[in-house]
């Protein structure tokens, strides 16, 4: 599996609503962001980048009444149930008609009690600190977030769900770029970006009927 590894220095904003940008650079911009959600604060980790009509990854491939929020406005919450789990969307503006990323894992910064107790409702043994946002299931969980935050404004202070990119994490991140966990079609575009060596950070699994 081939990666590649970005040094990058966070920029002290990444507004979800600026001009047209490559999907996947707007996903890695992400990185190091904070996000509130319910209570609970995570730094962004790892994310996906899913573009429109040219990504058969993408749910906005074919557009549906499910995938319509990914030709919206920017900067708008997408979430969706995949096997009993809430998964969660940031939609962009990318150089197609639709663009939105996937938010794979982050780590707690806040209101870690509060996301403890999410994690562990439904958990017999204790879930580590490092963990309880690792993976987009889990992440949605440590965050309360569910199908009522479908189409929240993350940009708006007031959303019970938003996104501080004025916060992030100084410093330098080293950011590594890989293919994409779990995706049968397009499986090697390498679209999945995470800070390198973050214990939050969930591990790459290839789908087994993966194509490139």
């Known amino acids: 599996m081939e990666l590649l590894v970005f040094a ?6 990444v507004p979800v609503t600026r001009a047209t940008a490559p999907v996947a650079e707007q ?4 990185l190091g962001a904070r996000l509130v959600g319910h209570g609970v604060t995570i730094v962004l980790t790892e994310v996906e980048a899913y573009a429109g009509q040219d ?3 993408s749910h906005a491939y074919t557009r549906t009444p499910r995938s319509e929020i990914m030709y919206g406005p920017p900067g708008r919450l997408y979430v969706y149930r995949i096997h009993g789990h809430h998964c969660a969307n940031i939609v962009v503006r990318g150089t197609g008609p639709a663009a939105a990323v996937l938010l794979r894992a982050g780590e707690v910064v806040g209101g870690a009690e509060i996301a403890r107790e999410r994690r562990h409702a439904t958990r017999s043994t204790p879930v580590p600190d490092a963990h309880l946002a690792r993976g987009p299931g889990n992440l949605c969980r440590a965050l309360g977030i569910t199908m009522d935050d479908l189409d ?6 007031a959303s019970p769900v938003r996104l501080e990119t004025a916060s992030r994490r100084p410093g330098r991140m080293r950011v590594v770029a890989g293919p994409r966990v779990g995706v049968r ?14 214990p939050s950070v969930s591990p790459y699994r290839r789908h087994p009927r993966a194509g490139g």
């Open 185 to 198: 079609l397009a499986a090697d575009r390498q679209w999945r970006f995470h800070i390198d060596g973050h």
């Open 152 to 157: 929240t404004d993350l940009t708006d202070p």
């Open 8 to 13: 990058m220095a966070p920029e002290p904003n």
């Open 55 to 57: 990504d058969p990854a």
């Open 27 to 30: 996903a890695r911009g992400l």
